[in-house]
C-alpha cells in the first residue's frame, strides 16, 4: 500500500493528513515570532504529534473496547500537554511560551480534522428533527452534524484568541484556548451519540469539567506571576550537537516503535510516525553536517520517502529467517591538512598568497556483528555494532611557513552502531558513531549520524542518498552524496557512482551470503587546497542462518 493510497482511501485520512500539514505550518511560523530555534521547535512538534497520535489510542475515558484505527482527540490533548511540558523542559523553552504557540495550530488542525470526521460518518449526532440535521451513514435517521458544530466552534474561538486575548503574558493563550475548548466540547457532547452517561454527565464531559477546574486554578495562582512574554531571541541556548542528537534520538525511537507496533496501528498512522521520524532525522543531520550538500539531500531525501519505503508491504518471502552477520573492513588514503599560509604578490602585482600543506594517511580497520531478522512482510530489520582502530600519519610538507605544527602520529578508535529497514525496493539505514575522530590534522572527541537511503533494489538502475559529516572523512570516510547504479543478474551484483561533496564509486558482490564491498572516495577540498582527499575501502560480510 501506498503513500497515496493511503491518504486517498478515505476522507478521514485526507483531511486528517491535511489538518497535520496546517497545524505544523501555523506552528512553525508561530515560532519565528517567539524566537524559538526552528530545530528545538522541530523537535517539540515531534514530540506534540507523536504522543498525540499514542495517548488518542490509549487514553478513552468511556473505558470501552476500541477498534483498530479509532481514536479520541481528548486523549490526544491529554497525553500532548504533558509531552509538550516535558519536551520544553528538557529544551530550556518556556513550557508556557510552547503551549501558547501550540494552542492556535492545535485549533486549527482540529477544525479541518472535523470535516473528515462529517465526511466519514464518524463522531455522529444524536437523533434530531430540526432543518439541518443530516442523514445518519448507516439509516435513514437525521443527526445533528456535531462535527460541524465542533468545527465552527473551533473558528470561532481561534478568531476570539487571535483578536481578544493577548500574547504579551505566556500561559494566557494556552489557558483561554483550553477552557474555550473544553466549553465547547461539554457542549457538544451533550448531542453527540452512541455516549454512556454517569450521573448525567459523559465520561468525556466530567473530564473536561476536571481540566476547566485545573485551568482556572492555574490561571489564578498565575495572575499575579506571570510574567510578560519574552523578546524574540531571548534563550538559554543548548549546544547545536547535543540538540540535534536529541531531535534523532527521538526520531529513531519513533521509527522503531511504528515498526514493531504491528497492527494496532493503522496505515495512516504508521505512516504519521514514520514520517514524523524521517522530518526529525533529516532536521537533526541537515544541522549537525552544515554546507550546501547536506541541505539539498535533505531536500531530495523527503520524510515521505522514508516512510513510503517502510510502509510497504510486499511478502515476496515470508518465511521467517534470522541470521547472524559478521564483517570487517580496511580504510585507506591520503589527505591535505592546511599548516600554513605564505603571502605576497603574483605576476600582475596584486596581492595574493599561497597555503602550505601537509600530506596525512590514515588507516582505519573496523569489525562489525549484526542480526538481521526477516519480518512476516518479507521486509528485513538489520541491527549491527562496529568497533574501529587505527592511525593518521604525517606524510609530507610543503615548504613555505608553517603556523600549525602538525602531529605526527594520532590514534584512532571508536564504536558506533546502525539500524536498518529493507525492503526489496530498497532500504533506509540510520547510523551512528562515536569515539575519537580525526578531523583536519586534528584529534577529537565526536559523535555523528549518517542517512542512507537507496530505492529500486528491485530494479536494474537503482539511486542512493547519503547524508554524512564530512568533518570526520579521514576517520569515517563518509560525506553527503547522491549516486545512482545498476545491479546485474546472476547474484545481483551492484555497482554504484556519486557525486555531492565529492566523488564516490562503489561495487558490491554478494554469493551465498558472503558479500565483498570495494569502495573509493574522493572528498572535495576548499579553494586553497586544504580538505582535498582519498580513501579507499574493503570490506566483507558473511551472514550466517540462525533460525528458519
Not at 168 to 180: E, I, K, M, T, Y
Not at 216 to 228: K, L, N, Q, Y
Not at 328 to 343: S, T, V, W
Request: aromatic share 8%; charged share 20%.
Amino acid at each position: 500500500m501506498t503513500v497515496l493510497r493511503i491518504l486517498l482511501s478515505s476522507p478521514y485520512n485526507t483531511f486528517l493528513a491535511a489538518a497535520i500539514l496546517l497545524g505544523l505550518f501555523l506552528a512553525m511560523r508561530d515560532a519565528r515570532g517567539r524566537g524559538i530555534p526552528r530545530r528545538d521547535w522541530a523537535l517539540l512538534l515531534g514530540v506534540a504529534l507523536a504522543s498525540g497520535l499514542f495517548g488518542s489510542k490509549l487514553v478513552f475515558l468511556d473505558f470501552r473496547p476500541i477498534s483498530p484505527g479509532e481514536k479520541t482527540i481528548v486523549g490526544a490533548l491529554l497525553v500532548g500537554i504533558v509531552a509538550v511540558l516535558a519536551a520544553a523542559r528538557a529544551l530550556r523553552i518556556g513550557a508556557w511560551r510552547a503551549l501558547d504557540g501550540l494552542s492556535v495550530p492545535t485549533l486549527a488542525a482540529m477544525a479541518v480534522g472535523r470535516i473528515g470526521c462529517f465526511l466519514a460518518g464518524c463522531c455522529a449526532g444524536t437523533e434530531t428533527v430540526l432543518p439541518w440535521g443530516v442523514r445518519s451513514a448507516n439509516s435513514d435517521v437525521h443527526v445533528h452534524p456535531v462535527q460541524l458544530y465542533e468545527m465552527a466552534a473551533d473558528l470561532v474561538l481561534i478568531g476570539v484568541l487571535r483578536r481578544r486575548v493577548p500574547a504579551r503574558r505566556d500561559g494566557v493563550r494556552f489557558v483561554a484556548a483550553g477552557l474555550g475548548y473544553a466549553v465547547i466540547r461539554i457542549g457538544t457532547e451533550s448531542v453527540r451519540g452512541g455516549r454512556e452517561h454517569y450521573a448525567g454527565f459523559t465520561a468525556v464531559q466530567w473530564s473536561l469539567f476536571l481540566l476547566a477546574v485545573v485551568l482556572v486554578a492555574i490561571a489564578i495562582s498565575r495572575s499575579r506571576t506571570m510574567v510578560d512574554a519574552a523578546p524574540a531571541g531571548t534563550r538559554v541556548p543548548l549546544r547545536a550537537r547535543s540538540s540535534a542528537l536529541a531531535v534523532l534520538g527521538v526520531a529513531s525511537g519513533l521509527a522503531i516503535i511504528s515498526i514493531g507496533t504491528g497492527a494496532w496501528l493503522v496505515p495512516f498512522e504508521r505512516l504519521t510516525v514514520l514520517a514524523i521520524a524521517s522530518a526529525l532525522t533529516v532536521t537533526a543531520l541537515a544541522a549537525m553536517s552544515p554546507g550546501w550538500a547536506p541541505r539539498v539531500l535533505s531536500l531530495l531525501l523527503a520524510p515521505q520517502a522514508g516512510a513510503y519505503l517502510m510502509m510497504q508491504q510486499v511478502p515476496v518471502d515470508s518465511t521467517p529467517r534470522r541470521e547472524l552477520l559478521v564483517g570487517a573492513a580496511m580504510r585507506g588514503g591520503a589527505y591535505d591538512q592546511l599548516i600554513g599560509r605564505e603571502y605576497g604578490t603574483d605576476c600582475d602585482g596584486a596581492a595574493s598568497s599561497w597555503p602550505t600543506l601537509a600530506s596525512r594517511k590514515p588507516e582505519v580497520t573496523e569489525a562489525h556483528i549484526g542480526i538481521r531478522e526477516r519480518l512476516a512482510s518479507g521486509n528485513h530489520v538489520t541491527v549491527e555494532a562496529r568497533s574501529f582502530n587505527g592511525t593518521d600519519r604525517l606524510q609530507s610538507i610543503d615548504s613555505g611557513p608553517v603556523s600549525v605544527v602538525p602531529v605526527p602520529r594520532l590514534g584512532i578508535s571508536g564504536y558506533g552502531g546502525s539500524f536498518e529497514y529493507e525492503h526489496p525496493s530498497g532500504s533506509v539505514r540510520l547510523g551512528l558513531a562515536s569515539g575519537t575522530f580525526v578531523s583536519a590534522g586534528e584529534r577529537s572527541r565526536a559523535t555523528t549520524p549518517t542517512l542512507l537511503m537507496r530505492f529500486g533494489d528491485d530494479r536494474r538502475w537503482f539511486f542512493q542518498g547519503n547524508l554524512a559529516d564530512r568533518r570526520y572523512f579521514p576517520t569515517l570516510g563518509e560525506f553527503s552524496y547522491l549516486g545512482v547504479g545498476f545491479t546485474g543478474g546472476r547474484g545481483r551484483p551492484r555497482l554504484m557512482f556519486g557525486v555531492g561533496e565529492g566523488g564516490m564509486g562503489q561495487l558490491v558482490l554478494p554469493y551465498r551470503g558472503f558479500e565483498l564491498d570495494v569502495g573509493f572516495r574522493s572528498l572535495t577540498g576548499r579553494e586553497d587546497g586544504s580538505g582535498t582527499g582519498d580513501l579507499w575501502t574493503v570490506g566483507v560480510r558473511q551472514a550466517i542462518t540462525l533460525k528458519r
